[in-house]
């Protein structure tokens, strides 16, 4: 597929299957950016899609932040038998990326009351606030995988796609509340589709025997990856919070 002029596929943006549409990341920044921010290796063994300059962002203004994700791109080792493995409530895939992460990566959930005040519009001394009042609990339950400072990270590997809309929800509510600067998600790049998962032949059970099961039955169009993710990026789900998506390829894999 030859790129375009932004260094994107040239392909239509968008498609209908039964799960949706999907992008090609139409709105993303221009390829140069990931380029100045990512060797090529990198860029070899991963996709990325910077919006809202979130590339520049976590480069120039967060170097501790990058250097931890650049350590935990460059040692991540997902394995074909971690593929083939069942999922779960933490899948093995999950559980690595767990382990590439320094301890003052937290999962974080966020919490917020809003204190409102109806000023007079003329306000002086004889005008004073009209009303006052609090909303309590007008953010919560707004959970982040990783959170280091202003940074925030979340990992989508095999879940229902409609799993990013909460992702990028919990993004721009950390976003607007001044907790978050960028956010970044690792996701299934657009390489890992159905004639690769083909290749890997028969799901493992638990114990590590071969199962019935294909493997390519377990990554459905309406599973997370890169094209439902790029879509909802284009179409602004992640108000203004600036998001850098990293999609995991065959080439990351052992």
């Known amino acids: 597929m030859a790129p375009d002029l932004w260094g994107h ?19 993303a920044d221009h390829a140069l950016i990931i380029e100045r921010n990512f060797d090529a290796d990198l860029r070899r063994r991963f996709e990325f899609f910077s919006y809202r300059n979130a590339a520049e962002i976590l480069a120039r203004s967060f170097p501790e932040q990058f250097a931890d ?10 394995t074909r038998e971690m593929i083939r493995m069942p999922g779960g409530s933490k899948g093995p895939i999950a559980k690595h990326v767990d382990t590439l992460f320094p301890e003052d ?10 204190h409102v005040r109806l000023l007079h519009a003329k306000r002086t001394t004889q005008n004073p606030v009209l009303r006052e009042y609090s909303r309590e609990g007008y953010l919560d339950g707004h959970r982040i995988d ?22 990028l929800y919990a993004f721009s509510a950390f976003y607007d509340a ?13 390489r890992m589709d159905t004639a690769y998962f083909r290749s890997l032949g028969k799901v493992l059970r638990k ?8 493997v ?25 919070c600036p998001v850098l998506a990293i999609g995991i390829t065959p080439d990351s894999v052992t």
Not at 10 to 27: L, M
Not at 207 to 214: A, H, I, Y
Not at 216 to 240: C, E, I, Q, V
């Open 178 to 190: 001044g907790a978050i600067d960028v956010g970044v998600i690792i996701t299934r790049g657009f």
């Open 207 to 214: 114990d590590g025997s071969e199962g019935g099961e294909e």
């Open 69 to 78: 994700l650049i350590r935990a791109l460059q040692t991540m080792a997902v």
């Open 216 to 240: 390519y039955r377990k990554f459905g169009a309406s599973t997370t990856w890169m094209g439902k993710l790029l879509y909802r990026l284009d179409a602004g789900r992640n108000g203004g």
């Open 105 to 114: 990566w937290v999962e974080t959930r966020i919490a917020a009351d809003l």
């Open 9 to 27: 596929p040239s392909d239509d943006d968008e498609e209908d299957d039964d799960a949706g549409p999907i992008s090609q990341g139409k709105n």
């Open 146 to 167: 990783f959170v280091k400072g202003r940074v925030a990270l979340d990992l989508e590997w095999n879940s229902k796609d409609q799993t990013y809309d909460r992702d």
